[in-house]
């Protein structure tokens, strides 16, 4: 099946630092990628769409100067949480899109949770 | 915009039964996933459905794409202590941007051993 590992699983920083937060498809190639957000008992809210070779989209209410995201090859995408405050704490989760047949499949990391203090 | 109500929102129920959960939409999907997390893990695809009328199993698990394309179910049959966890539906709506999918809020299944 279609892997995505998404590293680290969890961060501790402190305010004001930047943190980055990788997502790799490791058998299969992902022109777009995919960055949620997770809080507690909640479902997940898209933050934005990563593009290879292109500039992220954002969704509405989304910051991009503090969540930049770069999708530098077609296996790797990076979220980095700049200037990170205590509110910024969270579980984020990326996903990769596998297209087979026509059909679609999102696959998903295992997430990090993120600890600002 | 596209809203998807997933019900119920959580549920207690004994090791052995069986168990239901749906999804509706207000628009048509084209697709339909079911997903499980468990704490702290990302969600991993359970079953994926792409024509209406569609019924697929995965053991104990069976999913149906809904015949109006509003609507997908997932059933869990003979229930275990490991099905614990949050269930999601995701759908992609024609039209939508590639590959952008929509979740449910989730249903969180207990059990009781």
């Known amino acids: 099946g279609a892997v995505v590992s998404q590293h680290p699983s969890r961060v501790i920083c402190k305010s004001g630092t930047s943190v980055k937060i990788e997502c790799r498809s490791l058998?299969?190639?992902?022109?777009?990628m995919f960055w949620y957000r997770q809080f507690p008992k909640q479902s997940l809210m898209l933050m934005a769409t990563?593009?290879?070779?292109?500039?992220?989209?954002?969704e509405q209410g989304v910051e991009k100067d503090k969540f930049l995201i770069n999708h530098a090859s077609l296996t790797l995408s990076t979220l980095t949480v700049t200037s990170a405050h205590p509110e910024d704490s969270s579980f984020y989760i990326c996903?990769?899109?596998?297209?087979?047949?026509?059909?679609?499949?999102?696959?998903f990391g295992q997430g990090t949770r993120l600890t600002v203090v | 915009g596209q809203q998807l109500n997933q019900s119920p929102q959580s549920m207690f129920i004994q090791e052995g039964e069986d168990v239901s959960m749906n999804c509706t939409s207000s628009?048509?999907?084209?697709?339909w996933l079911w997903y499980k997390q468990d704490p702290g893990e990302g969600p991993v695809l359970l079953i994926a459905?792409?024509?209406?009328?569609e019924l697929t199993s995965n053991g104990r698990l069976t999913a149906q794409f809904g015949i109006t394309r509003k609507d997908s179910f997932l059933n869990i049959s003979a229930s275990i202590p490991s099905d614990v966890g949050i269930y999601f539906c995701?759908?992609?709506?024609?039209?939508?941007?590639?590959?952008?999918?929509?979740f449910g809020k989730g249903t969180k299944l207990s059990v009781k051993p």
């Open positions: 990563s593009n290879e070779g292109s500039k992220a989209t954002y």
């Open positions: 058998d299969f190639q992902a022109t777009t």
């Open positions: 996903s990769a899109q596998l297209y087979r047949d026509g059909n679609t499949e999102a696959f």
């Open positions: 459905l792409y024509k209406a009328g």
């Open positions: 995701a759908g992609q709506f024609p039209g939508g941007s590639q590959g952008n999918l929509i």
């Open positions: 628009s048509i999907f084209n697709t």
